[in-house]
């Protein structure tokens, strides 16, 4: 890292658009700020004085909680406010509702949104920062990030490691957000799953696609499962829960396959004996809870370095 | 591109940092259980010459540790950008602890206010002292130094004094620059 | 009304293989021999092309119901301003025209605020639901040009056979918006590598082939004169090339945005970049360059859909599908295809004039002495940068904004009457 770079941007929408140097500057900000959720004071006056408000337009439960706490560890004011407590069920549109919120000198607007874009579009629009904290199928930094934080810490490097991302890649944000982020610091992604659910098309950013279990799995250093939803099984993406846990589930026997050391990652929350199988979640490969406890490390750096990089456009 | 103008040659900065190390020199034989915590960027080397400085003397190396004070910053949003957080280090126990921070120029002070926050958050220490290489005289809080390298009261206030450490930069300097 | 005589032009008429340079006279609102003008008003068109009017397939005009977005007075203006003198209104208004007062409606209208020839298009079925037939002949008879449920497609294969046979015994064509709704369902772009690189909703093309096969079978079948909608996918055309060696009375037109942009423009979220169909890949958008070039896609229609700012200034999952088009055709086409190299400027212009006229059953659309004097006169070579806050148009929604393209309209004439002039 030059002693010369400096954070400059306002927002932070999807990985796609931040250069390796931005991401691996994130991950080292994100060190620090993971040892101060290890001190007694767990806080510091970083957003003394800011104004931060969560606008979940889609639920979330983990994703939400991890940016308030890291918002308050920062010292920011925080309003919280959801698709139905906000003016979004009296037929305002977005944009609209959005400007309001900026009129009251909000400094920065964390935002999920179930279509894709979203963020991009409001942030086209109005001068607060905003950081995208998931949109549609499209993009989930901030989680792609931790799961990057939690790979170098455990790995020591990025770059060179096979990383298997398995499940419903079509609908998945986090997919994504991973696949730019890794492609970036040079790792090698594999997306594995049934071809309804993980389109030939991903091979056009550099992926390996492959709809077989096993490819994915041989010589993987970190296997990262997604969560399988059940409304898929009646839109026809596969027969049943029970089929695609069997063939595209990690169980105790095809964790076999794996390497001694290969990591178990989950973006939460787990369908258990799903897309995988308890023993594994529970066992010794799994860093699933340190991912959130890094997310909460990754959430901290982003706040910070969104709302210091100078607000105004 | 920033134009640099030389305020201080080597010889110049390096008498400055023999002068400090004397001035804490001079207290710490009293209480050799001072502690020197250098914040980043160039309190840190400078912390270290002064630990080194007191292990000869005295033949006691005092602990020395490491501060960012960016998350502890009142100015965030104001910059253009935001530089690398680097490290913290405390190697001792705040609690109690008899604590001298280092930088490397006192300037409006606020820096020193940030570190105080950022100290204090660690614990509760006995006492705080403070040592700068380079006083520049018209601090914008009311905070002094207790140690002093020397002194630059006649630096136009329009400019920005930057140290250069051999640690850091490969030699000992100080120069002038324009503020952003 | 003055006699006029268009001096100077270069007249392309590709219904008489003319492309020379000569004068051109308008008499009582008709073309005329220049040498039987009385006094007339000299206009200099010396360096510029003097064609036929435009004519334009597809076009939404949104009043009744929208009128927000456009009305028969602001989407006249901007056809005129686009060089067109004959534009087809889509009845997917609201109401929609599936019943002869509504045409009704929308002639007295069109005849006391239009300033270009509007052609009603009748709904092929009753509110446009695709589950009974409207009244076809009764539609035939308040004067309609065509049928169509564009923005819908009629799903029920029967109820497509049973319009096809029962329309021609009003020699009248289908305009078909070719779309299968349990392979669209839900999707808000092209599906393919942009789809999924984005995570957006896509939808294959494979849903517009199925349909644009079924039509080609149908015709096949019945012999009814199906013209297909704004084409857009490689295998689209070749289904079409087919048909047409065959001899099928199967045409199809393409728009000039399905030439211009892929479905990469889609990765700025703007929502001018969202339209049905989609913009496809490169590969489908070089196809149907090259369909237009072989002679298999005849015309080239605007689908002009006017939105609000209200409308499209939202998500982009939640915009309307649709953008505005009349006031870019001929520059957008005349950019790619004609200083492209693709098309000369008589096949360029057929694209607009004589190919339309076929679709619609007018026989002999030039500029013949006698025949109503619809005439389209631009600068092919004058370049400009699409700027939507001058459009005559009610809307903005253009995904051309910014750009530079070649080919401006000067002046329009509709009936021998200036109608638009720049």
């Not at chain 1, 606008?55 to 959801?82: C, G, K, Y």
């Not at chain 3, 990469?264 to 496809?280: H, Q, S, W």
């Amino acid at each position: 890292m030059t002693a010369e770079f400096r954070w400059t941007r306002k927002d932070l929408l999807s990985l796609y658009d931040l250069s390796a140097e931005e991401i691996t500057y994130i991950l080292d900000t994100a060190e620090e700020f993971k040892k101060v959720s290890e001190r007694n004071v767990k806080k510091v006056p970083a957003l003394r004085g800011k104004t931060v408000v969560n606008f979940f337009v889609e639920p979330s439960t983990r994703t939400r909680v991890s940016f308030e706490l890291a918002e308050q560890r920062l010292s920011a004011d925080i309003v919280n406010m959801t698709a139905s407590t906000s003016s979004l069920t009296k037929g305002e549109s977005l944009l609209d509702t959005v400007r309001n919120i900026e009129a009251l000198q909000v400094d920065l607007l964390v935002m999920r949104h179930r279509a894709t874009g979203a963020q991009n579009f409001i942030a086209q629009n109005v001068s607060c920062g905003v950081i995208n904290a998931g949109d549609g199928a499209h993009s989930h930094p901030t989680q792609a990030l931790l799961d990057m934080f939690t790979i170098r810490e455990k790995k020591g490097r990025i770059k060179g490691l096979k990383v298997a991302i398995i499940g419903d890649i079509l609908h998945s944000r986090v997919a994504r957000s991973n696949m730019w982020g890794l492609l970036k610091l040079g790792a090698d992604v594999v997306f594995a799953g049934p071809a309804t659910l993980v389109p030939r098309e991903f091979e056009e950013a550099g992926v390996k696609v492959c709809h077989r279990l096993e490819e994915a799995l041989e010589g993987a250093d970190v296997v990262n499962l997604l969560r399988i939803q059940h409304e898929r099984q009646s839109a026809g993406f596969f027969p049943s829960i029970n089929e695609y846990s069997r063939f595209f589930g990690i169980n105790q026997e095809n964790i076999k396959r794996l390497k001694p050391d290969t990591l178990i990652m989950h973006p939460g929350p787990i369908n258990r004996d799903v897309e995988l199988d308890s023993s594994v979640a529970d066992g010794p490969n799994s860093v699933i809870l340190e991912q959130v406890t890094n997310g909460l490390a990754v959430r901290m750096a982003v706040l910070f370095l969104v709302a210091g990089c100078g607000g105004k456009r | 591109m920033t134009t640099e103008k030389l305020l201080f040659n080597t010889g110049e900065v390096q008498d400055g940092v023999q002068h400090l190390c004397e001035a804490v020199l001079r207290d710490f034989k009293e209480n050799p259980d001072y502690v020197l915590l250098g914040l980043h960027k160039q309190g840190v080397p400078l912390a270290e010459r002064i630990a080194d400085h007191l292990e000869e003397k005295t033949g006691t190396r005092p602990a020395v540790g490491k501060l960012d004070i960016s998350m502890y910053r009142d100015d965030i949003g104001l910059r253009s950008g935001l530089p690398l957080i680097r490290e913290t280090v405390i190697p001792f126990n705040m609690e109690d602890a008899k604590v001298i921070l280092v930088d490397d120029v006192l300037s409006s002070g606020r820096a020193i206010r940030a570190a105080l926050s950022a100290v204090t958050s660690f614990g509760r220490p006995a006492c705080l002292r403070l040592a700068v290489l380079i006083d520049r005289g018209r601090p914008e809080f009311p905070i002094r130094a207790d140690y002093v390298g020397f002194n630059a009261f006649d630096v136009d206030p329009a400019q920005k004094i930057v140290l250069k450490l051999t640690e850091n930069d490969g030699e000992d300097a100080a120069v002038a620059i324009q503020w952003r | 009304m003055n006699d006029i005589l268009l001096k100077g032009g270069r007249v392309v008429d590709p219904g008489r293989n003319i492309d020379q340079v000569m004068d051109l006279g308008i008499s009582n609102g008709v073309f005329a021999d220049p040498a039987d003008l009385h006094d007339p008003e000299v206009v200099d068109v010396s360096g510029l092309v003097v064609t036929p009017g435009f004519i334009d397939v597809h076009v939404h005009l949104r009043q009744p119901g929208n009128t927000a977005a456009e009305t028969i007075a602001t989407g006249t203006l901007a056809a005129a301003a686009g060089g067109f003198t004959s534009i087809v209104a889509m009845p997917n208004t609201n109401p929609p025209a599936d019943t002869a007062g509504a045409i009704e409606y929308l002639r007295s209208q069109a005849a006391q605020k239009g300033c270009v020839r509007v052609l009603p298009c009748g709904c092929l079925t009753k509110g446009r639901q695709g589950k009974e037939m409207a009244g076809i002949g009764g539609l035939a008879a308040a004067g309609v040009a065509a049928f169509s449920d564009d923005g819908s497609c009629v799903q029920d294969h029967a109820l497509m056979r049973h319009l096809a046979e029962y329309i021609q015994s009003f020699n009248l064509p289908i305009l078909d918006h070719c779309e299968n709704d349990c392979l669209a369902a839900g999707g808000v772009m092209h599906e393919g590598k942009w789809s999924v690189l984005l995570g957006m909703k896509g939808y294959c093309s494979a849903a517009e082939e199925l349909m644009v096969a079924r039509d080609v079978i149908l015709s096949r079948m019945t012999g009814a004169r199906f013209h297909i909608q704004h084409i857009s996918s490689k295998e689209c055309v070749r289904l079409l090339a087919e048909a047409r060696r065959d001899r099928l009375p199967v045409t199809a037109e393409v728009t000039p945005h399905h030439i211009a942009l892929t479905d990469e423009c889609i990765k700025t979220y703007d929502t001018n970049f969202k339209m049905n169909p989609p913009l496809r890949s490169e590969e489908d958008r070089k196809a149907l360059i090259e369909g237009l070039a072989s002679g298999v896609i005849t015309v080239i229609a605007t689908d002009h859909a006017p939105h609000t700012n209200t409308a499209k200034m939202v998500e982009f999952d939640d915009a309307p599908f649709g953008v505005v088009g009349l006031e870019t055709a001929l520059p957008v086409s005349l950019t790619i295809l004609y200083h492209g190299g693709v098309l000369t400027l008589p096949q360029l212009i057929s694209k607009f004039t004589t190919g339309p006229a076929e679709v619609l059953g007018l026989k002999r659309y030039d500029l013949r002495n006698g025949n109503p004097a619809d005439v389209t006169i631009f600068d092919p070579e004058k370049s400009f940068t699409v700027d939507p806050e001058k459009f005559r148009s009610k809307a903005r929604n253009t995904p051309f904004a910014g750009r530079t393209y070649k080919g401006v309209i000067k002046r329009t004439y509709v009936g021998g009457k200036l109608v638009f002039q720049q």
